[in-house]
Structure formats: structure tokens, C-alpha cells
Nanobody
Framework: QVQLTESGGGSVQAGEALKLSCVFS????????VGWFRQAPGKEREGVAS??????SSYSAEAVKGRFTISYYGNTVSLQMNSLKPEDTAMYYC?????????????????????WGQGTQVTVSS
């Protein structure tokens, strides 16, 4: 079973940056897209960004556009988060869609992905 392991979370001040990384435990063939999601206490999990391996397209939520950048290299998917805000505080999860279809209209849906990490906490204070 492929495992996804996130790292890089922590506590920062508003305006600072963090870089999250997610490493796959083994080479993952047939992965079509990778993504980052987050879930704040009392809120639903939401899609933050996604990267489509086939064409190299990336997508991000309106709330993070211009501040967060997703990238994928080898067996690692990263999320560079700049200009962090208190509302970015959440548990962040990486995900991968293996053998499943990825479309631009569904990149932010949890059911697009079938591999998940355990999460890494990001806390931003004002």
C-alpha cells in the first residue's frame, strides 16, 4: 500500500511562509493528479491546489491564488505557501488520484483522490 507522508507544517506569524512536502513511499505509476486539501476545526475539507501530471496544469482555490504554489517532482508534491494569513490555519493533507480520472471541474473534490496522507498542521497567528 502506497503511503503519503506530509511534513513542513508549523506555527508562523501572518505574512510569513511555509513549504509543505509530501513524499510517496514508493514509485506510483498511473497517478494522474496530486493535490493539497485543508480542514479547519468545524469546517469541511476543502481543495487548496492540484497538479495534473499529464499536461502539467495546476489549479488553486480563489482564497490562495497568488500566494500558494503547488509543484511535483519525482515522488514529492510540494505546496509553497507565502503571505500566510490566520484564515489559512488548518490541517493540510496531500492526496493523489491513482488510476482515476482528473478533470478541471473536479480537481477540488475529495472523491477525485484515492490516496491520502495523515496531515500536517499549519497555524498562522496574527
Amino acid at each position: 500500500q502506497v503511503q503519503l507522508t506530509e511534513s513542513g507544517g508549523g506555527s508562523v506569524q501572518a505574512g510569513e511562509a511555509l513549504k509543505l512536502s509530501c513524499v510517496f513511499s514508493e514509485f506510483t505509476y498511473n497517478v494522474n493528479c496530486v493535490g493539497w486539501f485543508r480542514q479547519a476545526p468545524g469546517k469541511e475539507r476543502e481543495g487548496v491546489a492540484s497538479f495534473f501530471l499529464g499536461g502539467g496544469s495546476s489549479y488553486s482555490a480563489e482564497a490562495v491564488k497568488g500566494r500558494f504554489t503547488i509543484s511535483y517532482y519525482g515522488n514529492t508534491v510540494s505546496l509553497q505557501m507565502n503571505s500566510l494569513k490566520p484564515e489559512d490555519t488548518a490541517m493540510y493533507y496531500c492526496a493523489a488520484s491513482r488510476g482515476m480520472s482528473c478533470t478541471s471541474s473536479r480537481w477540488s473534490r475529495s472523491d477525485t483522490y484515492n490516496l491520502w496522507g495523515q496531515g500536517t498542521q499549519v497555524t498562522v497567528s496574527s
